[in-house]
């Protein structure tokens, strides 16, 4: 242990963060992807029409009653097979984009039909088009009512990227997995990885908070409602 926290850690410390660092950055674009994909699944499963609804409901069941490694798993191993190849860093940004828009699709759902139809209806009846609609009236309500969940998942998606080891992603706990070969301390590297995982997760808490704050009380000044008067581009 004396050896480990003199001479190891200032060895491989920076070799580990190179890996959080991917992690990071497998994250953040999962997030983005994932965020905007769960959106639209959302919205196709709202509408009347059973020919789009029903493909987006199986395709969210599919993707929530799977383990998120054996999509993983097919994605990289097995889409070459079907002349699609994609790289390690890749199909992982892919398997984690698909997995947490399944879940998020759920989120926006229930967001969005939480907006009061009334609103709805009060915009059409002003004019405005569906997609003004969702723009200026839903979107807005929608997203805030789903910002404390959206932070959850994306710290929880932070913790997933590690299954993106097993497809030879250089992530943290496969730049683990290499030190710990070349220590053969597996207790001690492990912490490690732990306390760094723990420092990205507890930061994006803070920061996801200080959001929270920061959008909460200007939306509370400023209560969404339909315009008496609608620009050009609103009628749009």
Partial sequence: MHNFLFYEI???????????????????????????????????RLSARRALRWPLDAFVEVVRDTPLIVQLLLIYFSLPEAGIVLSAFWAGIAGLTLNLAAYLSEVFRAAIVAVDRGQREAAISLGMSPVGVYRRVIIPQAALASLPTLGGY?????????LVSFISVNELLRHATIVISDTFDSMNTYIMVAIIYFMMSFISARIIRYIELWLTPSNRRATISIPLTMDKEGAR
């Fill in 154 to 162: 994306f710290i929880a998606l932070l913790k997933d990227c590690s």
């Fill in 10 to 44: 200032p060895e491989h410390f920076p070799f580990l963060l190179q890996g959080a660092l991917v992690t990071v950055e497998l994250s953040l674009i999962s997030m983005l992807l994932g965020t905007v994909l769960g959106f639209f699944l959302a919205v196709g």
